[in-house]
């Protein structure tokens, strides 16, 4: 057995408290390429933590006969901060109640933080340049001072996954079936987990703007290159935040099934040795974040929805109406809500009840819509 768990413990903010991080590590001392996997960063997204439990349990089974190839490093949980915010019996995981922001936004740039140190150190190696760039960001990482609980949380997780060649970064949305957010430097060499995982979209972005957890990784490669452009530098890490469908979508049978797909990749990568099986027939083709239409409520109430996720909608179509009970005129409380591309209709809300510009849908489709923050808060 190759398997070692770590407990790392986060700066303490008040007396008598530590919270920690628990880390599975596989195959630490193997030759083959590593994996980073980490569930829900958003600390409510449940179905996240169910794939990577069902994930861990063929994962000991594989060590238990000796077929891991390569280091696979796994957080069943990434955020014990996060997991303490109940407030009554809500779970409020997705934004630091301390006033730090959401828990996927804001993530360091190794860019700006690595580009000065490298000017002398590049050679005219590539898997070389691969080594000396790993090891700037350890350096960079490791001169970083955590003044709080949650810094403290970036710098592990970040020091960790900035070693992988696969980050996987696991959350869900609210309501939605499963869908991929990839760098287009990682467009198509991810596609067979996309196909294994049954994404119904996959969006494509290299900078989202958000700081998200993923683009930590990928980015740094392409925007290196381009300051260097005299030196080899490959597209070293594969990363993607994979989104479990929605909050409700917890149960044994689809954890296995998503922690299948995990699994599969690994084989296929090589770290581990098995029959990942044929690739299964891809469920969409790949699209710019640019092209996702995010729909926003014109008003407050509740929504109720004509069109059901997986519907191929046109722009114009009707997806939801929403329903104003204050209006003064019963008669004109209904206002219709209306996708404005053409796409896969792929969440909507849970809750119903609804506020100006509060998420209401999304759909992926094919036009620009828009530049700069791609995301959602």
């Known amino acids: 057995m190759t398997r070692i768990t770590e407990r790392h413990a986060l700066l303490s903010e008040t007396p008598g408290t530590q919270r920690v991080v628990t880390i599975h590590r596989y195959g630490a001392n193997t030759d083959g390429k590593k994996a980073y996997i980490q569930a829900a960063l958003h600390a409510d997204e449940t179905p996240a933590m169910a794939a990577v439990h069902h994930l861990l349990?063929?994962?000991?089974?594989?060590d238990s006969k000796g077929l891991i190839n390569g280091e696979i490093v796994v957080l069943p949980y990434a955020n014990p901060i996060g997991l303490d915010q109940f407030e009554d019996d809500n779970l409020l995981g997705?934004?630091?109640?301390?006033?730090?922001?959401?828990?996927?936004?804001?993530?360091?740039?190794?860019t700006e933080m690595t580009?000065?140190?490298?000017?002398?150190?590049?050679t005219e190696s590539p898997d070389r340049n691969v080594a000396i760039i790993r090891d700037a960001m350890q350096e960079v990482l490791s001169e970083t001072i955590p003044t709080t609980e949650f810094s403290s949380l970036r710098k592990l997780l970040a020091?960790?996954?900035?070693?992988?060649?696969?980050v996987f970064d696991l959350h869900c949305d609210d309501d939605s079936l499963p869908y991929l957010y990839i760098s287009d430097l990682n467009w198509p060499d991810c596609q067979?987990?996309?196909?294994?995982?049954?994404?119904?979209?996959?969006?494509?972005?290299?900078n989202s703007g958000g700081g998200s957890f993923d683009e930590v990784y990928t980015r740094p490669w392409a925007e290196l290159a381009r300051l260097f452009p005299n030196k080899p530098i490959p597209q070293a890490t594969m990363s993607m935040t994979v989104e479990h469908r929605g909050r409700p979508d917890v149960s044994d049978e689809i954890g296995a099934k998503d922690g299948d797909a995990l699994f599969k990749f690994l084989i296929r990568r090589g770290l581990v040795e098995g029959d990942a099986g044929p690739i299964p027939e891809a469920l969409c083709e790949a699209t710019g974040t640019d092209a996702c239409e995010i729909i926003e409520s014109p008003g407050a109430g509740f929504v109720t929805y004509c069109k059901e996720l997986g519907a191929q909608v046109k722009k114009g179509d009707q997806i939801a109406t929403l329903i104003d009970l204050a209006a003064e005129d019963p008669t004109r409380a209904r206002t219709p809500i209306y996708a404005s591309t053409e796409g896969i209709f792929?969440?909507?809300?849970?809750?119903?009840?609804?506020?100006?510009?509060?998420?209401?849908?999304?759909?992926a489709g094919t036009e620009p819509l828009k530049a700069g923050y791609l995301l959602e808060d």
């Open 346 to 363: 792929f969440t909507r809300r849970q809750h119903k009840a609804v506020k100006p510009g509060l998420v209401v849908g999304k759909v």
């Open 115 to 122: 580009k000065d140190r490298l000017e002398s150190r590049l």
């Open 159 to 166: 020091s960790e996954a900035a070693r992988a060649d696969f």
């Open 94 to 110: 997705r934004t630091h109640l301390g006033g730090e922001g959401n828990f996927n936004r804001g993530w360091f740039d190794l």
């Open 192 to 206: 067979d987990f996309a196909a294994d995982f049954g994404a119904a979209a996959v969006m494509m972005a290299e």
């Open 57 to 62: 349990q063929s994962l000991e089974d594989a």
